[in-house]
């Protein structure tokens, strides 16, 4: 079920830093260019949701001849991405969504792409569960996410630290992303480290598991 004051607040906390979050994020964006592109050459034509498109960043990799609808909770986020979209000249339909809940009917797309999402949604297994209802069978996935390193201490030391973040900037830094992707009824097809540590994967998955 879906927490309103928690999503509420995960809302509240992109608007405050819409302004200022391409700014925040200009180093990792060096390095998250190739990711994105990794990603992105997965994806072919056809109708595409991305869920949390946030300012926009993945626009400049769309595939020639998508379809694409791009939805974020956040309106203040959501008006970054349209003014880029139109310096950029990018056809993308934007709205304003929350990604538990989403408004399209079963198999409506197929593929959909999340980056960086899953960490700030605050139910995400009832998100990703979302998405493998709206993708159409035999659909594709992709998530790039930051993720929960598994080795005792530093996976310990981010749950210590995780409530100072998500107050700074909105994000979980340890969520067990692969293990919510299962649980929503995703079939991770590949799980690729975007990192040397694992910090940051790259998951395939098809709906239905
Ligand atoms: C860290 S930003 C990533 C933005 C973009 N995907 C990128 O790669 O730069 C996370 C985004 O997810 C959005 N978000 C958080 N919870 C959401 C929800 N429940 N539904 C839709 N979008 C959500 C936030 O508003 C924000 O724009």
């Known amino acids: 079920m879906i927490d309103p004051q928690a999503t509420a ?3 509240a906390r992109y608007n405050r830093i819409a302004r200022i979050f391409d700014g925040l994020e200009a180093l990792m964006e060096l390095r998250a260019k190739t990711w994105r592109q990794r990603l992105w050459d997965q994806v072919g034509p056809g109708k595409i949701l991305e869920v949390g498109v946030g300012t926009g960043k993945n626009m400049a ?47 409506s797309f197929d593929a959909a792409v999340a980056t960086f999402v899953f960490c700030s949604v605050p139910d995400p297994v009832l998100g990703m569960a979302e998405l493998a209802r709206v993708v159409k069978p035999g659909g ?5 996410e930051h993720v ?12 210590l630290i995780d409530p100072v973040i998500v107050r700074m900037v909105g994000a979980h830094i340890n969520r067990r992303t692969l293990e919510n992707a299962r649980l929503a ?25």
């Not at 769309?62 to 000249?89: F, N, Q």
């Open 148 to 159: 929960r390193l598994e080795q005792p201490l530093i996976g310990r030391l981010m749950d």
């Open 9 to 11: 607040l995960a809302k």
């Open 61 to 107: 990799y769309y595939p020639k001849g998508a379809e694409v609808c791009g939805i974020d909770l956040s309106d203040r986020m959501l008006e970054r991405a349209r003014r880029r979209a139109e310096r950029e000249h990018i056809a993308v339909d934007l709205r304003e969504m929350d990604a538990q809940s989403l408004d399209f009917p079963d198999g």
């Open 185 to 209: 009824g995703l079939a991770v097809e590949s799980v690729e480290n975007m990192t040397a540590n694992g910090l940051v994967r790259l998951i395939r998955a098809h709906p239905g598991n």
């Open 140 to 144: 594709t996935v992709l998530l790039l």
